[in-house]
């Protein structure tokens, strides 16, 4: 009944994607996106959903296990308030560029604010290179869901699999119409199926006081911050939320707006919609631990899909399972989408000798890079057995730290091409560091003291931003002009 | 008027960034409202971030944006 359910789901996503490709206008524009004119309530949707991923609905309750309730304060609540923020003073005026310069992609913005091809080719294998992660949670989750709810009869690797050919044929299909219009459903889907999932399992556990009774019986740590969690940890962790300012997929979608008035829905309700999915993830995380106590490491990835298999089984595990699958494609299409449009209008139609590239062949381009990228996930998803919640914030830290570029395009005409390469340079040799530290030591820290990498890069990068552009040439007046 | 507004609702942002740091609920277990205390301050946090916003919106809005973007429709 489980699996019929999961199916039903898929095929009803596919669907939607499909049926979007009706309004498909057959151009590039279109295809990546959707020729700019998604109003504030997709757009709310399909930014809130594209940002929710595993990350929030497994990996938040698999953190939540072992550190509780501290959870929500590091990733949650600082995000409610610094992505929001964000928004508004870089995604409106991103957007307002996009339309004035026909903007379609991240690199071809910065490339043309500082004249440079290299910078965009750099960027873009930077860029590349830390979305992989990102990605790979979302093929993770799939896999370990569809194997968890099915009790294995679908093994976790067919589960990625699963979910990699379903997002790949409607982002195929419509482009990004279709992945907003898949987003909006989705997100609504997750929210709602995670309300349920909430109040079912916490019912089932005798109620929210019997249930944090229990947890404090057994596991009073997890109800505090306590030792979980250090000051520092949660001061530092809030540098985070600053990746949203250079997230490729958030950046195609901000271009997607109709106009400058669409992010005020997304700007105004972004923080409750954070909230609505994170409460019950990090509670039913912590009440994991009353029904599956001693889930070690990665093990407690699946502690939220094992709880909605104990309480709710059989026709209610199907639609809840479907929600876990919701938050992850609703991001896998916008990532691969964003990936694919930075393929195609920045290496492809860039350096294309001759002929400018067809309309038609742009989109074709974009599919196949989207096969592309799909199958290298897909392989390394098979070979990574590293923690959701770890994986993430690996590539949250990377984007975040690459947040002073866009603030010194955005606000500093004396920034010049060459601070721009020193930040991005900065970031990409640290990052290496210090993902390689943490690869040794789980939890690891700068020096185990509590305070995160991402502040560390950040600074860096933004110095060397700031020593780059003094100490070179300013930049050529008729280039700053047309972005000031 | 709108200037001093809008410099207030910046230093909102910044005032809301330094409240989320509740030191002082660190070991804190009382159960408040049928939740933990350190998780009720955060959820009131999401919810004070929220009526920031909404401010932020309607008192401190980048209308240029508004003009840019009327001007290219015309």
Not at chain 1, 428 to 453: D, E, N, R, S
Not at chain 2, 18 to 38: A, F, K, M, T
Request: glycine share 10%; aromatic share 12%.
């Amino acid at each position: 009944m489980t699996t019929i359910i999961i199916f039903c789901y898929l095929g009803l996503v596919l669907c939607i994607g499909v049926l979007s490709n009706r309004f498909f206008r057959g151009t590039g524009e279109d295809y990546f996106v959707a020729s700019r004119s998604i109003g504030p309530f997709l757009l709310l949707m399909s930014l809130f959903g594209t940002n929710m991923t595993a990350f929030a609905i497994l990996g938040a309750s698999g953190e939540a296990y072992h550190t509780g309730i501290g959870v929500f304060a590091l990733m949650p609540s600082g995000a409610a308030l610094i992505i929001p923020t964000v928004f508004f003073f870089i995604g409106t005026r991103v957007w307002a560029l996009g339309k004035r310069h026909n903007l379609l992609t991240q690199v071809q913005y910065f490339r043309r604010r500082w004249d440079s091809d290299g910078l965009g080719l750099l960027l873009f294998v930077v860029m590349i290179a830390l979305l992989i992660p990102y990605l790979l949670i979302g093929v993770m989750g799939g896999g370990i869901t569809l194997a968890q709810v099915t009790k294995g009869q679908i093994p976790q690797w067919a589960g990625g699999l699963l979910i990699c050919l379903v997002v790949l044929t409607y982002v195929s299909f419509g482009g990004m119409r279709s992945t907003a219009w898949a987003n909006a459903f989705q997100t609504l889907v997750f929210m709602i199926l995670g309300g349920v999932t909430f109040f079912v399992i916490v019912d089932k556990l005798g109620g929210l006081d019997s249930a944090l009774a229990q947890v404090a019986a057994a596991h009073p740590e997890l109800l505090i911050k306590g030792d979980n969690i250090s000051p520092i940890k949660l001061l530092t962790y809030t540098c985070i939320p600053l990746s949203v300012g250079m997230f490729p997929h958030l950046f195609t979608h901000w271009l997607t707006a109709k106009s400058a008035r669409t992010f005020r829905w997304p700007l105004m309700f972004y923080p409750l919609c954070i909230a609505i999915v994170w409460i019950p993830s990090v509670l039913l995380g912590i009440f994991g631990s009353i029904d599956f106590p001693g889930l070690k490491g990665a093990a407690a990835n699946s502690v939220l899909v094992k709880m909605i298999d104990l309480h709710a089984p059989g026709a209610l595990a199907g639609l809840l399972a479907a929600g876990v699958f919701a938050a992850i494609m609703s991001s896998l299409d916008s990532q691969v989408l964003s990936i694919s449009n930075m393929f195609t209008q920045d290496i492809v139609r860039h350096y294309r000798k001759g002929d400018e590239l067809s309309e038609k062949a742009q989109v074709l381009s974009g599919r196949l890079f989207v096969i592309a990228i799909f199958a290298v996930t897909y392989v390394l998803s098979l070979v990574s057995a590293r923690s959701i919640f770890a994986l993430a914030v690996w590539s949250f830290t990377g984007f975040a730290a690459l947040f002073p570029v866009v603030v010194a395009a955005l606000f500093w005409k004396r920034s010049t091409k060459y601070g721009a390469f020193a930040s991005v340079l900065t970031v990409a040799a640290l990052w290496c560091y210090f993902f390689f530290q943490g690869w040794k030591i789980p939890g690891y820290t700068v020096g185990m003291t509590g305070v995160m990498p991402v502040v560390v890069i950040l600074a860096a990068s933004a110095v060397a931003m700031i020593v780059g552009s003094l100490l070179t040439k300013p930049p050529a007046k008729s280039t700053v002009d047309k972005f000031f | 008027m709108n200037a001093t507004v809008r410099r207030l609702l910046y230093l909102g942002i910044l005032v809301l960034y330094l409240l989320h740091n509740d030191l002082w609920l660190w070991d804190d277990p009382r159960i408040v409202l049928g939740l933990p205390i350190g998780l009720l301050y955060h959820i009131g946090f999401c919810l004070a971030a929220t009526g920031l916003m909404i401010l932020l919106v309607n008192y401190a809005w980048p209308s240029e944006l508004d003009a840019e973007d009327e001007e290219q429709a015309a």
